[in-house]
């Protein structure tokens, strides 16, 4: 399975894939997805079979410390140093058969000219990202601390130098 970039037309396989992995507190609207796509620092990826959406990474251009708040836009700056990954869901039916390796592999590919990969871990992923390479990255300012508060306990902030 290929991934490909993410369009608008995905979007209700998207909201599928959300409600079969995640608690009402982490469902993202459309709306917010189709005003994220429209972003100039968008790279958001899909795989798809069928028409059927199976598993997709929602990811932009931003800056390494610098947190989406949950239900927040893609805010593309200036001069992006960070592949930030917003989020990444396979749907449960189509686990085991690599689709969140082959969606991270062609996440690295994007991240050229950047110098880290940045994402919240919540929902006890730490460890998988841990795996993937990321470490905690503590945040400082009081801003970027109360978008992370946004997840809910246990969310944490973490990042990874790219080589």
């Known amino acids: 399975m290929t991934p490909r970039p993410l369009v608008v037309?995905?979007?209700?396989?998207?909201?599928a894939v959300q409600r079969a992995c995640y608690g009402d507190g982490f469902i993202e609207s459309a709306e917010v997805y189709a005003r994220r796509l429209a972003s100039a620092?968008?790279?958001?990826?899909?795989?798809a079979q069928d028409g059927q959406v199976l598993a997709y990474a929602a990811a932009y251009h931003s800056l390494l410390g610098k947190v989406t708040p949950l239900h927040g836009d893609f805010e593309?700056?200036?001069?992006?140093?960070?592949?930030?990954?917003?989020?990444?869901?396979?749907?449960p039916a189509h686990a085991g058969r690599g689709l969140?390796?082959?969606?991270?592999?062609?996440?690295?590919?994007?991240?050229?000219g950047l110098r880290h990969r940045a994402l919240v871990s919540v929902q006890g992923s730490q460890a998988y990202w841990q795996r993937q390479g990321y470490a905690i990255h503590l945040l400082l300012d009081p801003r970027q601390q109360q978008r992370l508060a946004g997840y809910g306990k246990?969310?944490?902030?973490?990042?990874?130098?790219?080589?």
Request: aromatic fraction near 4%; charged fraction near 10%.
């Open 154 to 163: 246990g969310a944490v902030y973490m990042a990874q130098s790219i080589q």
């Open 76 to 91: 593309p700056p200036p001069a992006p140093d960070t592949l930030y990954l917003h989020d990444m869901a396979v749907h």
């Open 9 to 15: 037309a995905d979007l209700p396989g998207l909201l």
């Open 41 to 47: 620092a968008n790279c958001s990826l899909v795989i």
């Open 100 to 112: 969140a390796r082959a969606l991270l592999a062609a996440l690295r590919a994007s991240a050229r």
